[in-house]
């Protein structure tokens, strides 16, 4: 089963600066890696798939990139609303589709 | 618009059993995979099961492998996962998830149902 591994698991940024997140596999996943935002009490909703496509709906400053082991999710101007949590996924090796441990981003 | 609408939640004592449903609308359900995702209280995310878009690919996860059940019904658009020999550490709350065929991510999820196991 491949790994995945985010880090940092707290990031503490101020608001209207920017937020970079890793995710890290075990092996090599190619480009089959999806981000979620979670937010307290909610369900994760889908912000970036094969690594770099924003999905339907979400805002230009959350981008994406990273290809085989190493990815990394960037938003460029932190909003009140992006202080949650972030889960990166692998799809390459399904089943399953394992999940990273989740990076908080908190305010600064 | 998606929707997926969970139900059958609750308390269960340990060794008992609980079956999940997910009503699916707002897409032609029967043209994707539905999975089943869950998150122990202050936990991350752990998929449990998912069911191809004819109902005949069931993979499930080590840990429930051999306890947990997947179906679907197309003619009414839902999902349903049965759970024998529920555990303490099965306690979360349970996400269904829509996915496309084959490794693709998962694009729509529910609100999620809480299952609580203990004595």
């Known amino acids: 089963e491949i790994v995945m591994t985010q880090s940092p698991a707290t990031l503490s940024v101020s608001p209207g600066e920017r937020a970079t997140l890793s995710c890290r596999a075990s092996q090599s996943v190619s480009s089959s890696l999806a981000w979620y935002q979670q937010k307290p009490g909610q369900a994760p909703r889908l912000l970036i798939y094969d690594a770099s496509t924003r999905a339907t709906g979400i805002p230009a400053r959350f981008s994406g990139s990273g290809s085989g082991t190493e990815f990394t999710l960037t938003i460029s101007t932190l909003q009140s609303e992006d202080f949650v949590v972030y889960y990166c996924q692998q799809y390459n090796n399904w089943p399953p589709g394992t999940f990273g441990q989740g990076t908080k981003v908190e305010i600064k | 618009e998606v929707q997926l609408v969970e139900s059958g939640g609750g308390l269960v004592q340990p060794g008992g059993s609980l079956r999940l449903s997910c009503a699916a609308s707002?897409?032609?359900?029967?043209?994707?995979?539905m999975s089943w995702v869950r998150q122990a209280p202050g936990r991350g995310l752990e998929w449990v099961s998912g069911i191809s878009a004819g109902g005949g690919d069931t993979p499930y996860a080590d840990s429930v492998k051999g306890r947990f059940t997947i179906s679907r019904d197309n003619s009414k658009n839902t999902v349903s996962l049965q759970m024998n020999s529920l555990r303490v550490d099965d306690t979360a709350v349970y996400y269904c998830?829509?996915?496309?065929?084959?490794?693709?991510?998962?694009?729509?999820w529910g609100q999620g149902t809480l299952v609580t196991v203990s004595s």
């Open positions: 707002g897409f032609t359900f029967s043209d994707y995979a």
């Open positions: 998830a829509k996915k496309s065929a084959g490794p693709r991510p998962f694009d729509s």
